[in-house]
């Protein structure tokens, strides 16, 4: 799981690779239409698409010599679902820090002013 995650992850921290997602899920397109935009070579973009489909993020359709893509959303909802209970994890772990700061300051004495320890200190 966690290698598919990381390819996943890998492939979404690209800005070029997250418009191709973003294009894809307006519905299929043909590679050459998704290099369009780009100011990049059609091998460059190929790149980008390899390392989509390298985390499954997308899947291609041959017709003859036209190459289709779509969009695979189910490596998206797994990074999600990571995401949100990774989120969880860490908003319980910072609850609980936080409820032990709270208890230990009722439980400090109250500070003492800076008047009050020099004149200690003068005595």
Known sequence: MHTSLDHTLTALADPTRRAILQRLSQGEARVTE?????????????????????????RRRRAGRVHFLSLNPQPLDAAAAWIVNQRALWTA??????????????????PQSRKRKQARRKA
């Not at 460059?44 to 489909?53: D, F, Q, T």
């Not at 609980?96 to 208890?103: G, P, S």
């Open 34 to 58: 998704l290099a369009d935009p780009f100011a990049m070579s059609l091998n460059g973009v190929s790149k980008h698409i390899r390392m989509l489909e390298r985390a499954d993020l997308v």
């Open 93 to 110: 772990r910072l609850d609980t820090l936080e409820a032990l700061l709270r208890a230990e300051d009722e439980t400090a004495p109250p």
